[in-house]
């Protein structure tokens, strides 16, 4: 991996992976329950994402991964 991304990044991308294979999209009322943080969070961490070209979010439809966030998440899957 030629980016630097740190456990937390690796941990919300894991998080979307799972449950965008499960409905098609993560929906950040999911991502709470999932990785037990505040709504404020998933909403930073998401903008922030979406600058890293690592999601793509529509408020109040969800978010995916792009190309590069799913090849990450895979890698951090596969990693631990």
Not at 16 to 23: A, C, F
């Given at each position: 991996?030629?980016?630097?991304?740190?456990?937390?990044?690796?941990?919300?991308?894991?998080g979307?992976?799972?449950?965008?294979?499960?409905?098609g999209?993560?929906?950040?009322?999911?991502?709470?329950?999932?990785l037990?943080?505040?709504?404020?969070?998933?909403?930073?961490?998401?903008?922030?994402?979406?600058?890293?070209?690592?999601?793509?979010?529509?408020?109040?439809?969800?978010?995916?991964?792009?190309?590069?966030?799913?090849k990450?998440?895979?890698?951090?899957?596969?990693?631990?």
């Open positions: 991996m030629s980016r630097k991304v740190t456990v937390s990044i690796e941990r919300y991308l894991k979307i992976y799972i449950l965008q294979e499960k409905n999209v993560a929906r950040t009322s999911e991502l709470v329950k999932l037990g943080v505040v709504p404020g969070t998933i909403t930073n961490t998401m903008k922030r994402l979406k600058r890293e070209g690592l999601v793509a979010h529509q408020p109040y439809k969800g978010v995916k991964l792009t190309k590069e966030g799913h990450i998440a895979l890698y951090a899957i596969r990693k631990h």
